[in-house]
Each structure stands twice: as structure tokens, then as C-alpha cells.
């Protein structure tokens, strides 16, 4: 059951993310993304972690891709303009990229499983994944990368005010 | 704890069923007299030039980005404000430092003129 | 595990059948009030008291023609309706209407499910649903649609920023995001009467409001400037379905507030007998409806400026500096 539900989640992610390669239409890519991070979020809930499948729909779901959505329709992109030239060098980088990508996600598949059961038992992970738990741990030992980031958060902003501010 | 989302997963399949149950039907079962006029792009009568779509105003986007931003940090406050009677004074504090950082940069928007309409 | 999935499924099917019923009905409370607001009777020829008007309303939009205007994106623009109304009904699942009774032996929960993250789910769906008003706006290729799209979208993303907010002070008090834990910690006193707490409870009032576009926040639609805005392209059931998932968007708010501030299925001081909780949810939800109706019969829409400085510049200070202040009261006086 729970396979079966991961795999359906992760079906619709890959299917998102061909779609977001496939079509030619900006918005329609955007939204195939969409569907990639809504199913995450379900892959996410079905390894126990509450919190970070809603903060997954609201923060990347919602928020993030809601502003890619937004630009799009903003600037009014049409049927991809801008990649107009067949084999532009930034192409074969990413290809190489991507490449190397995939060795790295295939290397823990070259370990062998030995079939005992590690610490992290369903009830660990519920225990891990609640709310309290990330906030114990948020607010205890791992309280200086909290308040960093939220001056890493501030230099977004400020960034992003000057990128768009410059020709006004 | 899983077994509570199960309701939600035959919630969202009947929402959907009748969300696009719904709009295939309303193809089939209404008239269908097509017409030039008729398929035209709704405007004020006169013949519409083609491309409704143009560029807006840059404004737009700086607020969606100021969302994003303070979204992200909102999101770090729950789990603060779920604990927040265990953590107490000592907690409070450290939200205080957080949300005086955060205080700076809607400041800086404010100043920067990112939240004025006109 | 089947009992379990099988007695979801009849809930789901039961609290899916009232939503819409109310959703019908709460059209009519609309038309009904604010006709009786401008010296009107509002509806009154189809049934007594225009009783059966919402029903002949859904039948006449199966039957009217479904024009999908030439240079639209198609795919799209029938997905809208559909994206916009799967979010406003799937927050339902997690409301709490009742407490549970006992039948053939069965304790049965009056609520569909009940999780941990609860709150954050309903602040999530409501992220999502803001596709359908974009796409709606943009795959009809109308300038006033797009104009109305975007426009909804800068609001309803300004005022879920604050909604999210005022909702921290909520929680710093109840500590827990469920809201069945939310609801039952307000047994003897409701949440709007603790100290301080009447003030998120206006401001999330006022942000919800704003957050489903009503008026005095109704944008999108505008009447006036923007002709009906994202959705001047729709015709019959997919026009009905923006309409649809706008009224659904209403009561759960309502129901939403009801189970944040008002105490949920709780009287407020004295405790609530059994069969009581429900009748008393259900009658604050639709005093809060009617609130909604009333509201809209007086007050004038802002303009669009005014709507967005009030809130990024007036609520959003607000609602930070009332975390500050719910802090200190509960950390340092209390």
C-alpha cells in the first residue's frame, strides 16, 4: 500500500518534471512543475514528515512556483524565445552536469542491502517528523543556523529589491 | 499517523472527480452554436487586435518576491509558536532577535518605495 | 483498516453532499439579505421564498452553451475551474464540526480526519487555490481577465502573508497546530476572550476576508472597471464553478474562525451537552456567513492602491507587533 502510494507519487513527479522539458508553452512547463512539487510533498508525507509536506505545498507549491507562474504571465514570455539555437555551449554543460548528476544519485544503488533494520522505524520517524520535534531541535543545538537564516533571508530580499530597482 | 491523511486522499479523489466531471459534462449537455462574433475575445464591441497579453508593471513582482521572503520566515515561526509555552522567556528572545532582522528588511522595502501604489 | 476506510469514505461522501448543499444555500442567504439591505424582496418565483432558485441556478448552468472563446489557451482555460474549486473543498477535511457520538457501537468523530499540521494544510490550500483565479485570467487571453488575475494574485498573496501572521498568536496560545486540540483547549473560555487575543481575531477577520476576495476586497471581480474581471471569458457550469469554490472559500472560512476564536462546538463558559455541539458550530458558522452578507451590503469597494497599502502597511505592522505583544503578556505576566 504504502509502495504503491509511493510510487504513484513519484510517477506524477517524474511526469511533472518530462513535462516541464517537454512543452513548449512556458506556462504549461510551470505548471507540470506544479504537480512535480505537490507530489514530492506526498513522497515527503509518506516518510513520516508532517511538517515539511505542508511547508512543502506552501512554500514551493504555493509561494515559489506561484511567483514563477506569476512572472511568466507578467512578462509575457512566448513559445520559447530565447532558445532559438540548436547547440549552444550552455547546452552541452548541462548535459555534462546532468550527467554527472545521475552517477551520483546511481552510487547508494551499488551498495548492497543487507536486510536489517536500521534505527529508523516508523515510530522514530513519526517521533522525528512532528512539529515539536523540529522545534526542540530548531530552537536547542541548532539555534545559530536559525538566526543566520534569517539574515541570509534579508539578503535575499535586498537582492532581489536591487535586481529589479536598477532601471527605475 | 498516516492513516489520517487517508480521508483526505478520497476527499481530494472526489473533489477532482467533480471538478473535471463537472466541466466535461457542462461540454456535452449545453447548446452549441458557435459564431465568429460570438468566440471573439470579450472587450468593448469593436474589433479586438490579437494578443491581449502585455507586459506589467515591475511593481508586481518586487511584492511577490517580499511575499516569498517573509513567507519563509513566517514558516520558521510555527514550529517556534507551537513550542512556544516550553521554550519560554529564553525562546521569546531568540523569535525577538528573528523578527528584528526581519523588522530590517521591511523596513528597507518601505523605504525603498516597494510598497507604494499609485 | 477497511471499517476504517469504509466509514471514511461515507463521511467524506455525507460532509462533501452538506458543503455543497450549503454551498447552494448560501447563494440564496446572499441574494435573500442583501435585497431585504438595498428594499428588495431578492429571489422569490422559483419555490417559496425562492427556495429552489440555487438548485434551478446549477440546472440552468448545465444547459447553457459553454462558449470557449477562439484564441484561448484551451487546455487551460477548462482546467481553471477545476483548480480553483479542488483547494476550496478540500479544506473541509480538516475541520472539526462536532466532538463524536456512539452509533451500533461505533464511536464516530464528527470531522473527516484530524492531523497534526492541520492548520498549516488549510494555509497550504490556500496557496494552491490561487492557480485557478491566475490560469482562469491568463488562458482566456483577456486583457481585463489578466488584469483581474494578477491583481487577485498580488492581494490574495499580501493578505495570506498577515493571515499567516495574526495565525502565529493563535498558536503561540493553544500550542498545537491541530485544530480538534485547538477547539477542545477552548472548552471553557473561547479563544476570543483570553487577553489580547480579540485583536487577531479582527485581524483575521479582516485578512480572510481579503484572502477569499470580498467585498470591500473584491478585486478581482470589480464589476465596475475590470467587467467581471478573471472570469469574463466563462460561461455556464464553469463560470458557476469559480462561483462555486468562491462560496465554498466562505464557509470554511467561516467555519475556520468559528474554530480558531469562537470555541468551536463549545458554549462559550458553561460546558456543551452532546447533541448540542453540532447545532452550535453549524450556528456560528452561518452567523459568521451572514456577517459576510451584511458586510458586503455596507461597505464600498476599496481601490486597488488603497487595498494593497492597507495591507502590507497597516495590518502587516499590526500583526507583527502583536506576536510581540501576545509574547510578552504570556511569557512575562502570565
Excluded at chain 3, 82 to 94: G, Q, R, Y
Aim: glycine content about 8%.
Amino acid at each position: 500500500m504504502m509502495l504503491a502510494m509511493f510510487f504513484l507519487a513519484a510517477g506524477v513527479a517524474v511526469l511533472g518534471a518530462l513535462g516541464v522539458l517537454l512543452c513548449r508553452n512556458p506556462i504549461h512547463s510551470a505548471l507540470g512543475l506544479v504537480a512535480t512539487m505537490v507530489s514530492l510533498a506526498v513522497v515527503y508525507l509518506l516518510h513520516h514528515a508532517e511538517f515539511i509536506f505542508v511547508i512543502q505545498l506552501m512554500v514551493y507549491a504555493g509561494a515559489v512556483m506561484g511567483l514563477i507562474v506569476f512572472v511568466i504571465m507578467l512578462l509575457d514570455i512566448r513559445r520559447e524565445e530565447a532558445a532559438s539555437s540548436r547547440f549552444a555551449p550552455g547546452k552541452v554543460v548541462g548535459v555534462g552536469l546532468a550527467g554527472l548528476f545521475f552517477v551520483a544519485i546511481l552510487v547508494p544503488f551499488t551498495s548492497r542491502l543487507t536486510g536489517r533494520m536500521g534505527g529508523m522505524t516508523e515510530s522514530a520517524l513519526e517521533r522525528i517528523g512532528s512539529v515539536q520535534y523540529l522545534s526542540d531541535q530548531l530552537f536547542g543545538p541548532y539555534l545559530l543556523p536559525f538566526e543566520i537564516a534569517s539574515i541570509l533571508l534579508l539578503v535575499g530580499l535586498v537582492g532581489a529589491v536591487t535586481l529589479a530597482k536598477k532601471k527605475l | 499517523m498516516l492513516q489520517n491523511y487517508i480521508p483526505i486522499l478520497i476527499l481530494f479523489l472526489l473533489a477532482a472527480g467533480f471538478g473535471l466531471g463537472v466541466v466535461v459534462i457542462s461540454m456535452f449537455l449545453g447548446p452549441r452554436r458557435p459564431d465568429p462574433s460570438k468566440l471573439s475575445t470579450y472587450e468593448c464591441g469593436m474589433e479586438v487586435e490579437p494578443g491581449a497579453r502585455q507586459r506589467f508593471d515591475v511593481k508586481y513582482y518586487l511584492v511577490f518576491m517580499a511575499f516569498l521572503v517573509f513567507d519563509v520566515e513566517v514558516v520558521f515561526m510555527y514550529p517556534w509558536a507551537v513550542r512556544f509555552q516550553k521554550l519560554g522567556l529564553f525562546g521569546f528572545v531568540e523569535m525577538l532577535i528573528f523578527l528584528l532582522i526581519l523588522l530590517v528588511g521591511y523596513v528597507y522595502i518601505w523605504r525603498k518605495g516597494v510598497l507604494e501604489w499609485e | 483498516m477497511l471499517d476504517f476506510v469504509i466509514e471514511s469514505v461515507i463521511k467524506v461522501v455525507v460532509v462533501f453532499a452538506v458543503l455543497m448543499l450549503f454551498v447552494a444555500y448560501t447563494t440564496w442567504i446572499e441574494r435573500k439579505v442583501l435585497g431585504r439591505i438595498q428594499v428588495r424582496h431578492g429571489p422569490n418565483r422559483v419555490g417559496p421564498f425562492g427556495l429552489l432558485q440555487p438548485i434551478a441556478d446549477g440546472l440552468k448552468g448545465f444547459f447553457k452553451e459553454d462558449i470557449i472563446p477562439s484564441n484561448t489557451d484551451r487546455l487551460l482555460y477548462a482546467l481553471a475551474p477545476a483548480l480553483s474549486i479542488i483547494p476550496a473543498l478540500l479544506v473541509v477535511a480538516v475541520i472539526p464540526f462536532g466532538d463524536q457520538f456512539t452509533l451500533f457501537g461505533r464511536t464516530i468523530t464528527m470531522r473527516i480526519t484530524d492531523i497534526n499540521v492541520g492548520l498549516l494544510y488549510i494555509l497550504g490550500l490556500a496557496g494552491l487555490g490561487e492557480y485557478g483565479v491566475m490560469l482562469g485570467g491568463w488562458a482566456s487571453n483577456n486583457r481585463y481577465g489578466l488584469l483581474g488575475s494578477l491583481r487577485t494574485a498580488a492581494q490574495m498573496i499580501s493578505y495570506e502573508l498577515a493571515l499567516g501572521i495574526t495565525l502565529i498568536s493563535v498558536i503561540m496560545v493553544s500550542g498545537s497546530l491541530s485544530l480538534v486540540e485547538i477547539v477542545e483547549a477552548q472548552a471553557g473560555l473561547w479563544n476570543v476572550f483570553k487577553p489580547i487575543l480579540w485583536v487577531p481575531f479582527i485581524l483575521y477577520i479582516i485578512c480572510g476576508l481579503a484572502e477569499i476576495n470580498r467585498t470591500p476586497f473584491d478585486m478581482p471581480e470589480a464589476e465596475s472597471e475590470l467587467a467581471c474581471g478573471f472570469n469574463i471569458e466563462y460561461s455556464s457550469m464553469k463560470f458557476a464553478m469559480f462561483f462555486m469554490a468562491e462560496y465554498a472559500h466562505a464557509i470554511s472560512l467561516a467555519a475556520l474562525i468559528t474554530c480558531l476564536f469562537l470555541g468551536g462546538w463549545n458554549l462559550p463558559f458553561v460546558a456543551t451537552p452532546g447533541f448540542l455541539k453540532l447545532p452550535v458550530f453549524l450556528a456560528k458558522v452561518f452567523a459568521l456567513v451572514f456577517f459576510f452578507v451584511w458586510e458586503r451590503g455596507t461597505f464600498p469597494r476599496l481601490r486597488y492602491d488603497q487595498i494593497m497599502r492597507f495591507g502590507w502597511k497597516v495590518l502587516m505592522p499590526i500583526a507583527l507587533a502583536n506576536i510581540v505583544v501576545v509574547g510578552l503578556y504570556y511569557t512575562v505576566i502570565a
